[in-house]
């Protein structure tokens, strides 16, 4: 009896154990892709207002020609056709 009462305890234990491990490995993992998220944010953002030359929060087609390649050209950017590219409109096309 004591040997099976020993190794039901051992497994209970290597059980929670393993449930603590998982827990907060997934909890890492969630924190790690904030952060990333948070820091293409970040990026994104610089990279708009380096190329907002004139600070109005929109991008002409002239500042949008300094920006790095697009995945998207500037008339899909500029969604409601108004012929700049709002901060909104940039970060939905990226």
């Given at each position: 009896?004591?040997i099976n009462k020993?190794?039901?305890?051992?497994?209970?234990?290597?059980?929670?154990?393993?449930?603590?491990?998982?827990?907060?490995?997934?909890?890492?993992?969630?924190?790690?892709?904030?952060k990333t998220q948070?820091?293409?944010?970040?990026?994104?953002?610089?990279?708009?207002?380096?190329?907002?030359?004139?600070?109005?929060?929109?991008?002409?087609?002239?500042?949008?020609?300094?920006?790095?390649?697009?995945?998207?050209?500037?008339?899909?950017m500029d969604t409601?056709?108004?012929?700049?590219?709002?901060?909104?409109?940039?970060?939905?096309?990226?």
């Amino acid at each position: 009896m004591s040997i099976n009462k020993t190794r039901k305890t051992l497994l209970e234990a290597c059980g929670l154990l393993l449930f603590a491990s998982l827990t907060f490995g997934l909890t890492n993992v969630a924190m790690a892709e904030t952060k990333t998220q948070k820091s293409d944010a970040k990026s994104g953002k610089t990279i708009f207002a380096q190329a907002d030359k004139n600070g109005d929060r929109r991008l002409s087609l002239e500042e949008a020609k300094t920006l790095p390649a697009s995945s998207q050209p500037f008339d899909k950017m500029d969604t409601n056709r108004d012929g700049v590219i709002s901060e909104e409109e940039f970060f939905a096309a990226n």
